[in-house]
């Protein structure tokens, strides 16, 4: 199980990225996937989930801004970011497990398979 997470960059408050997450040596299908982040100096903080039914959850400080969605012809994950704020700054991971996001996704200790991190810059 591998995963790995693209697509950070430098970008000014109030604009958007798109960050993906692309898996090999197994299929979306039968797996959820969780996007996290962690700011310097701070816990690792979950953000989002997607069910391997496509249910999608989001934490509260980021609901209405970012939306994720998988194509599973892409085995590709991507976590559409917009209207973003300096608080946003962080490295962005994504994870693995198999099934659906159980009612802690949000805590990262609970997953097992994670991607490297990739950074995401937002300027005033």
């Known amino acids: 199980v591998q995963l790995q997470a693209s697509g950070g960059g430098l970008v000014q408050t109030g604009g958007s990225l798109r960050l993906s997450c692309a898996a090999s040596?197994?299929?979306?299908?039968?797996?959820?996937i969780g996007w996290f982040r962690q700011a310097p100096g701070k816990e690792r903080e979950g953000i989002s989930c997607?069910?391997?039914?496509?249910?999608?959850y989001y934490v509260s400080s980021v609901r209405g801004r970012f939306t994720v969605s998988k194509d599973n012809a892409k085995n590709t994950v991507y976590l559409q970011m917009n209207s973003l704020k300096s608080e946003d700054t962080a490295v962005y991971y994504c994870?693995?497990?198999?099934?659906?996001?159980?009612?802690?996704?949000?805590?990262?200790?609970?997953?097992?398979?994670w991607g490297q991190g990739t950074q995401v810059t937002v300027s005033s």
């Open positions: 994870a693995t497990d198999p099934g659906r996001c159980g009612s802690t996704w949000y805590v990262w200790r609970t997953w097992i398979y």
């Open positions: 040596g197994f299929s979306f299908d039968g797996y959820a």
């Open positions: 997607i069910s391997k039914d496509g249910t999608t």
